[in-house]
Every structure is written in structure tokens, then in C-alpha cells.
């Protein structure tokens, strides 16, 4: 039997509203089509204001839509934020978190990072947590320790944590900022000592839950299959290739 893989297209802000909505309609048959004969798992994550329309047009299909970021409370004067409460009301079943390019925009570090999964997993969402490292600190040999660090406050607030529902399966997803839309992939060996490492992690830190791994960076039709050989990645989180129905289902074939 095929490996039943997750692929997380972050649309990331390339779509406007009218857009995402032609997309989603253009390619519905398609898409429908493609996670059922495959049986992938296929989520979509457009901007904030396209998840409810998105989540009522794929009701009752196998494809799973997701948010790009949440806010670290849960209610109150927090202007601009979006709670993880509404997400869940709207159909909204998985959410990006410490995307670096989030990271960057706004002031998320890796505490808010934690405190922001722990409320999507009380409100019944995935959490699919970013983490990697700068060319520099890859360069410098830097990238377990970096790692590490970033982990730390969520393994620590999920740790003590005891509720964390088996379905849900948070998703960590190694994406080294260097690879991220450079077209310039890890080599095999560099994501087998990554990956054999964040299994063995985390299995130690937080052994009671059940984790799926992702790697994003540069995903396309044709590096896909050299990242496959690594059979602890569990999914893909894909940006600029996850704009263009043909190449989703190269990847996802
Ligand atoms: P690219 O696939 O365009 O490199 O983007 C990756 C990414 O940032 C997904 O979250």
C-alpha cells in the first residue's frame, strides 16, 4: 500500500479573494479527483478571508482546508488577530504556525509559537509548527542546535500538556529558510541526519504524542521524488508549485 502522505499548499498572500475562489472552483473536480484515487491527503491554506468560502466549497470532499497563521489568544482586545475559536466555526481544520515569513512580518517568537499551538489543539485544529534554519546558520553548521532552541518552548507546553487529542497529529515541518522559494534543495544526507534527529527528539521530549513530520523548501515536480527516499517525512508543505493544479498533482502522483 502507498505511504498516505500530507500536502499543505501555503498559498501564502499570491491569491487575492475573487482569485482563490476561481481557483478553488476552476479546479474542484480535479483536486476532488486527485485526493480520492490517490488517497493523499491534500490541505489548502489560503489567506484568512478565503477559509470560510473555501471550507463550504470542499464540505463533504477529502480535501482539508488550513489557515496560514492564529493569533496567541484566545479572546479579547487583541485588534487585527484572528482567534482560534473563529477558525475552528469556519471549517478551518489544520493552521500554519512560525512560518519564517511570519516570523519576520511580525513579532512570533518561539513562546507564541507554543502558546499558539496548544489553543489550536484545544479548539480541535492541527497544528503544523515551521521550523529551520538561515543559510548562514546552515553554512556555519549551527542548523540541530537552531533547531533545538526553536522546539524547546513547544515540546515543553505540549509535554505538560495532557489532552492533546490522538487525531490530531501535529505536524512539525522542517523548512530551512534557504530553500524556501531559492529553487535550492537539502541534500539526502542533510535531510536524513534532520530528520533522524527530530524523530529521536522529540520522541524523547514528548513521547506521548503522536507526530507527523513535514519537510518544506522548494517543493516541486521534479525534486519530490529524491525527498521521498526519506521515509520519516510523513507530508510536504508547498508554496509557489501548490499555485498550479498540474503541478499539485505531479507532486502528489
Ligand atoms: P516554496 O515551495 O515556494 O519554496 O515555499 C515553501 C514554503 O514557504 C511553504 O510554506
Known amino acids: 500500500?502507498?505511504?498516505?502522505?500530507?500536502?499543505?499548499?501555503?498559498?501564502?498572500?499570491?491569491?487575492?479573494?475573487?482569485?482563490?475562489?476561481?481557483?478553488?472552483t476552476n479546479n474542484y473536480?480535479?483536486?476532488?479527483?486527485?485526493?480520492t484515487k490517490t488517497e493523499q491527503k491534500i490541505i489548502l491554506c489560503p489567506s484568512t478571508?478565503?477559509?470560510?468560502?473555501?471550507?463550504q466549497i470542499f464540505k463533504e470532499t477529502p480535501i482539508s482546508i488550513g489557515a496560514q497563521t492564529v493569533s496567541r489568544h484566545t479572546h479579547g482586545a487583541f485588534t487585527g488577530q484572528v482567534a482560534p475559536q473563529s477558525l475552528q466555526e469556519i471549517g478551518c481544520t489544520h493552521c500554519?504556525?512560525?512560518?519564517?515569513?511570519t516570523k519576520k512580518e511580525f513579532t512570533e517568537n518561539d513562546k507564541?509559537?507554543?502558546?499558539?499551538?496548544?489553543?489550536?489543539?484545544?479548539?480541535?485544529?492541527?497544528?503544523?509548527?515551521?521550523?529551520?534554519e538561515t543559510e548562514?546558520?546552515?553554512?556555519?553548521?549551527?542548523?540541530l542546535g537552531v533547531l533545538e532552541s526553536q522546539l524547546a518552548p513547544l515540546l515543553n507546553a505540549l509535554n505538560t500538556k495532557t489532552t492533546v487529542r490522538p487525531y490530531l497529529e501535529p505536524c512539525i515541518a522542517y523548512e530551512p529558510i534557504w530553500s524556501i522559494g531559492t529553487g535550492n534543495t537539502p541534500n539526502i544526507a542533510h535531510l536524513d541526519t534532520i530528520f533522524t534527529w527530530l524523530t529521536e527528539h522529540i520522541g524523547k521530549h514528548a513521547p506521548n504524542i503522536s507526530w507527523k513530520l513535514l519537510y518544506g523548501g522548494s517543493?516541486?515536480?521534479?525534486s519530490?521524488?529524491?525527498?521521498?527516499?526519506?521515509?520519516?517525512?510523513d507530508g510536504f508543505l508547498v508554496g509557489g508549485a501548490g499555485l498550479d493544479f498540474q503541478k499539485i498533482e505531479k507532486i502528489v502522483k
Open 112 to 132: 507564541c509559537i507554543a502558546q499558539k499551538c496548544v489553543h489550536l489543539l484545544d479548539y480541535d485544529i492541527t497544528p503544523i509548527i515551521c521550523i529551520g
Open 1 to 24: 500500500m502507498n505511504k498516505r502522505y500530507l500536502f499543505v499548499n501555503n498559498w501564502k498572500m499570491n491569491l487575492s479573494f475573487n482569485e482563490t475562489i476561481e481557483f478553488a
Open 224 to 233: 519530490i521524488s529524491l525527498i521521498k527516499k526519506i521515509s520519516k517525512i
Open 49 to 55: 478571508e478565503s477559509i470560510y468560502p473555501l471550507a
Open 219 to 222: 517543493i516541486n515536480p521534479e
Open 96 to 101: 500554519i504556525i512560525g512560518h519564517s515569513e
Open 136 to 143: 548562514q546558520e546552515n553554512k556555519s553548521e549551527k542548523t
Open 29 to 35: 473536480d480535479r483536486l476532488v479527483e486527485l485526493a
